[in-house]
């Protein structure tokens, strides 16, 4: 059973960065899919940024792209998310994904058939 551990998450101000990382356990890491969601309170989950399992592949919502950048470290087992210029809109618990389905099938379907860290909290003052 594949296990994903969110890390990284605290309080910064706006135009402040963080650095996100989900360590992943249980599955072969390199033959699995990788994604970043969010939810902010009230709001319904949002897929935010995905990677393929070689890397050659991402992909990123339009509120995030040119300030977010996915990677991962099939030797470390680890995914990342570096979050540049933050929001206060941005305030929201950060979830990352996990899908040993194909790249395109598995970023249609937003991780539908995924499996889902305990999120880790990232809140954005003004």
């Known amino acids: 059973q594949v296990q994903l551990v969110e890390s990284g998450g605290g309080l910064v101000q706006a135009g402040g960065s963080l650095r996100l990382s989900c360590a992943v356990s249980?599955?072969?890491?390199?033959?699995?899919?990788m994604g970043w969601f969010r939810q902010a309170p009230g709001e319904e989950r949002e897929l935010i940024a995905a990677?393929?399992?070689?890397?050659?592949?991402?992909f990123y919502s339009e509120s995030v792209k040119g300030r977010f950048t996915i990677s991962r470290d099939n030797a470390k087992n680890t995914v990342y998310l570096q979050m540049n210029s933050l929001k206060p809109e941005e305030t929201a618990v950060y979830y990352c994904?996990?899908?040993?389905?194909?790249?395109?099938?598995?970023?249609?379907?937003?991780?539908?058939?995924?499996?889902w860290g305990q999120g880790t909290q990232v809140t954005v003052s003004s």
């Open positions: 249980g599955r072969t890491f390199s033959n699995t899919v």
């Open positions: 994904a996990a899908d040993k389905r194909a790249y395109s099938l598995v970023v249609r379907t937003q991780f539908r058939s995924g499996s």
């Open positions: 990677i393929s399992r070689s890397g050659d592949m991402t």
